[in-house]
């Protein structure tokens, strides 16, 4: 729900002023809820999502999380996954740096780099496959068990993002601890 006041001279679809009394675009409409129409469909994502995250440091999965969306264009998992990350004690400066993870390398370990760079190769696919070098380099850093959990969680996100993306959901309103 936005946060939109309307009076019967201003229309539904007028932004409300914000505190500095600047008026913001109106929110896109979600286009179903599919989490409600295809309740047995969530469910499963939600277990796979659990089964992905095992073993992972749950700083570095939401890194995952949040750099996939970027790249998917996925405001509400952006929105969710940059709250869980901050909840979860992740730095600011971190979070806004990932957009430009080869530019501001020393914000990561050698780990999370590697991860971040499988994560984009998995997420574009541009040449149709994961770079040999890209998978390498990960796999230096990550034991076969733990690899294989990450290529799962990148696949996830990478699900949930569709999902998102494709029916509109809309970011602002989700709280940490809260589930899409």
Known sequence: MSAQTTTPDTPADTPAPTADNTARAAEHAPRLSWTERAPEVYKAMVRLDAAARRGLDPTLYELVKIRASQINHCAFCLDMHTKDALAAGESVERIIQLSAWEESRHF????????I???????????????????????RHFEETELAQLIAAITVINAWNRFGVSTRMTPGHYQPGQHA
């Open 108 to 115: 990561y370990t050698e780990k999370e780099l590697a991860a």
């Open 117 to 139: 760079e499988l994560t984009e190769a998995v997420t574009v696919l541009t040449d149709g496959f994961v770079p040999d070098e890209v998978y390498e380099r990960a796999a």
